[in-house]
């Protein structure tokens, strides 16, 4: 049988944008809705299997029924300049899959639908109908079904007579009648005052429509009732032939002309290329395509000559793999004033003249991604210095939102594509390889050209935006910090972990046996399928969110029951344990080196947006502290050296400091100054207490909204962290924002500043860029506007950190100890310590920490030691 797909275009589009972050490719263009309609159009292609298509539109303008009622709709915030920017976009992307879509004067996309309803069901064919509009509901019939968008994009609710039946008591077409009486705000349907959905549903239930509810106004209890129907008789008759679809509109079209055609794959994958949505593009089994380049003239090197090596010269060592530590390097290429070189990598690495070159700091280099290749070369014991620029970084000081920051893309924006992408050359995941000696060396020499031709313009733009000096003094040198502490590793207890692994086995075993016990019977623990139904079924636990395939059973859903039952908490501590089981116990034991018996991470300098850093291989800054077994994982991260001890140093309260400094609020920078509890102080500002009357309940809710301020807490949010009502948290936060005004004034400061710049700064210059600050959508509007307000904060304490790294480095590099320091993680340093070195590193690291950088509100280091990690605190 024929089947009937009909989308509500303007309604998808809809959800889509604001169920997705503000997205746009590197031309600028928004794409976040146009992502999303399309990943619900592949969804309803797959699983509806229909024969016929089509996509319906609003035209955007007056409709008929402005005639009848000329608010019509005029309460709606117009259509916000992202989204509308995008509906040509997936009309294109409708027209790259081949599927019809149309819009008519006069009428709205639902009179269409309901048109071509009508239609299809004269012809005996099924119709499904796609939408986010409950206006809808009223096409419902033998043949008709509605499918709702719920939470997010695909989630859909399927309606049909019998569902209506169910939800509303009576059958689809008195949707209108529901409407008639209680009005619909979205499109300013005024129905009849006083009149909600659940008054309109037991008038309808027991009088059946509008027409005989009005015609039995005095058979109605209630006088105000009776008065509200009777002054709005016209209005509720208005109101539901507003309501009503209208389902003749005339159509330049056929039913036969909907019916679905094959697509041509590359207009649709070269669609998904300009949108750059990667992800469909490997669904589609994609590979993306070696473009064809001007010839660029290169010598592939049998003997490398000294001319060949000449300062200043971009170097390109290729290292393909994630986790570079032991990794195969593929080939290296120079491009400089002599000549562009292709130098396969044993005849690089058994070079004399190219060991002494790299190793020469008067030797100037430019690199991409410097940190990789000097780990890499490291490990073959030959030592690179001397480069002065790294691409990689340059690139993302300037605009840390870009979603590449690789030759090619960057090569491409700034000047034009002279280079492929890796993945075109190499291949991707399981097909990478590497290729042939000709294209590899073609690859690596235009990677390095683009390297050695857009160097000056990438500098110039840090000059511009007073980068310069972050990139030379902090950043750069950073990243050789961050390849000496990566190869360097941490030393790890394997048996130790092993032994963690056990416990941890032991202790999952123990709450089975109490879940299943409070059960009353075993199953399992892991299968939401099972668990749903005991806990709401059996156990007769509220249903707080069902989904398509059941109860949910999420972390967020459970929490809400905590007080419920007493088998909730143990779910909890079940499902935390086995995470951390899987996860780090698992996890750790897999990356431990074979040759080192170290965990060798690799710290991720160029991916946050607050210039936080971040660790992959494994990531050894989220190893979960709140349960005592997630602490207790940090006993297995040891001294290397029989003897030695873990030393701890961790910035105090760094956020709150660096506000109290930007914002420059005087009652915040004395309590700094003089060294007072930060937390107990705000407690007597907001609360008017002495030191000594301030509760440790009053503590809590005052660094509840210090720590939570920096974020741009709401009264909901701090509502949820204290568990108080919102009019107590609002209370609070208008208290702590009277108590420092000069807060107050960055906060808006900051936002205006935002919004007049799109961006906004650390202290050393650092860049966020906020389009969405001048979003009409209020929820991506409100986003950019706490990330304002935070990134000046969190980005300056990341920069702090990121000092104190070199800053330290440097002066055990000048003292030449023996101490090493190992990781960064959050505002905390790492070292490990020979004994004889202790005392001066417990006083040398605090104060250099505290000097890193000039506060009015003093930084403050606290030092710990110990024999492991975990003792370190």
């Known amino acids: 049988m024929d089947k009937l797909v009909l989308i509500d275009g303007n309604s998808i589009a809809y959800r889509a944008f604001f169920a997705l972050p503000l997205l746009n490719n590197e031309k600028g263009v928004y794409t976040n809705a146009v992502y999303g309609f399309t990943t619900m159009l592949l969804k309803i292609l797959e699983e509806e299997e229909p024969t016929h298509l089509m996509v319906a539109f609003d035209a955007g303008k007056t409709t008929f029924r402005h005639e009848t009622y000329g608010e019509y709709k005029s309460g709606r915030q117009k259509t916000p300049t992202e989204l509308s920017e995008q509906l040509p976009v997936i009309r294109e992307m409708l027209e ?23 239609q299809a069901e004269e012809k005996g064919w099924n119709v ?10 009223q096409l419902v019939s033998d043949q008709t079904s509605v499918a709702l968008t719920k939470k997010g994009i695909t989630d859909v609710e399927t309606y049909d007579k019998e569902t209506i039946a169910q939800k509303y008591g009576f059958a689809p ?9 209680m009005g619909d705000n979205s499109d300013n349907i005024p129905g009849v005052p006083g009149i909600g959905e659940k008054t309109a549903l037991k008038l309808l239930a027991e009088y059946g429509s509008v027409d005989n509810v009005l015609a039995s106004i005095d058979q109605i209890s209630g006088k105000k009732m009776k008065e509200r129907l009777e002054e709005n008789r016209e209005q509720a008759e208005m109101s539901r032939k507003l309501a009503v679809i209208y389902r003749d509109t005339p159509l330049d079209l056929t039913l036969e002309s909907l019916k679905r055609e094959p697509y041509n794959e590359k207009t649709v994958t070269d669609f998904f290329k300009e949108m750059e949505f990667n992800t469909l593009l490997s669904r589609f089994g994609y590979e993306e395509e070696a473009e064809e380049m001007d010839e660029l003239p290169h010598d592939i090197v049998d003997e490398i000559t000294e001319d060949m090596l000449v300062s200043p010269s971009a170097l390109m060592i290729e290292v393909p793999d994630d986790n570079y530590h032991h990794a ?13 070189y292709y130098i396969p990598a044993g005849t690089a690495l058994e070079s004399d003249i190219f060991q002494k070159w790299v190793a020469d700091s008067s030797q100037e280099k430019y690199m991409v991604d410097t940190k990789r290749g000097v780990v890499a070369l490291g490990w073959r014991g030959i030592t690179l210095t001397g480069v002065t620029f790294d691409m990689l970084i340059a690139s993302y000081l300037i605009d840390p939102s870009v979603s590449s920051h690789s030759p090619a893309d960057i090569a491409a924006r700034k000047h034009k594509r002279i280079v492929n992408s890796d993945e075109a050359v190499y291949g991707k995941g399981a097909k990478r390889e590497k290729p042939g000696e000709a294209d590899l060396a073609d690859h690596l020499v235009r990677k390095a050209e683009a390297l050695f031709t857009t160097k000056d313009t990438l500098e110039d733009e840090l000059k511009v935006n007073e980068q310069h000096a972050l990139f030379t003094d902090l950043e750069m040198p ?16 394997k048996s130790r972990i092993e032994t963690m692994g056990e416990e941890l086995d032991k202790k999952l075993s123990e709450l089975e046996s109490d879940i299943h016990e409070l059960a009353g019977r075993t199953f399992n623990i892991n299968s939401p399928k099972q668990l749903g139904p005991i806990l709401f079924e059996e156990l007769g636990l509220p249903v707080i969110k069902k989904t398509k395939t059941g109860y949910s059973t999420s972390a967020d859903i459970l929490e809400k029951l905590e007080d419920q039952h007493e088998i909730i908490p143990k779910l909890l501590h079940y499902r935390q344990v086995s995470k951390l089981k899987s996860t780090y116990i698992e996890g750790l034991l897999k990356v431990i080196h074979s040759d080192t018996h170290k965990i060798h991470t690799i710290f991720n300098q160029a991916i946050t947006q607050t210039g936080r850093l971040s660790s992959t291989e494994p990531n050894l800054q989220n190893i979960p502290v709140r349960l005592e077994e997630g602490r207790k ?48 102080k705000t407690a007597m500002d907001v609360f008017g207490a002495a030191a000594d009357d301030v509760t440790s309940n009053m ?74 600050i001048t979003s009409r959508n209020f929820n991506m509007r409100s986003f950019a506007e706490r990330t304002a307000m935070n990134t000046p904060i969190q980005g300056t304490a990341a920069d702090i950190i990121k000092k104190a790294m070199v800053d330290v480095s440097r002066e055990l590099e000048k003292k030449n100890v023996k101490s090493r320091l190992l990781l960064q993680v ?24 505290e000097q890193t950088m000039k506060l009015d509100a003093p930084l403050k280091a606290d030092v710990s030691t110990g024999g492991t990690w975990y003792d370190a605190k």
Do not use: C
């Open 173 to 181: 077409e008195r949707i209108v009648d529901m409407k008639g009486l």
């Open 633 to 680: 994982i940090r006993k297995a991260f040891i001294p290397s050296e029989e003897g030695w001890q873990m030393l701890a140093a961790d910035y105090s309260q760094i956020e709150l400091r660096v506000l109290a400094h930007i914002a420059g609020d005087q009652g915040l920078l004395d309590a700094f100054q003089r060294d007072m509890d930060i937390h107990t």
């Open 96 to 118: 790259a899959f081949q599927i019809s879509y149309t819009e008519k004067d006069n009428f709205e996309a639902d009179d269409i639908i309901g048109t071509l309803s009508r």
């Open 478 to 493: 950073l990243s050789l910090v961050l390849a000496e502490m990566e190869t360097n590793g941490i030393q790890v207890d």
């Open 826 to 849: 959050h505002d905390e340093l790492i070292f490990e310590v020979p004994p004889e070195e202790m005392e001066m590193m417990k006083t040398l690291v605090p104060e250099m920490m």
């Open 699 to 772: 503590r809590r809710s005052a660094k509840a909204v210090n720590f939570g301020i920096v974020y741009g807490i709401s009264d909901y949010g701090l509502s949820q962290s204290l568990g108080i009502s919102r009019k107590e948290a609002g209370e609070f936060i208008d208290s702590y924002l009277a108590s420092y005004p000069k807060v107050k004034e960055y906060m808006d400061d900051i936002k205006e500043q935002a919004r007049e710049q799109g961006y906004v700064t650390t202290l050393l210059h650092r860049r966020r860029y906020l389009p969405e």
């Open 328 to 340: 195969e390097i593929w080939g290296i290429a120079v491009v400089n004033k002599n000549g562009r």
């Open 128 to 137: 499904k109908i796609f939408t986010g509009d409950k206006d809808l509901l």
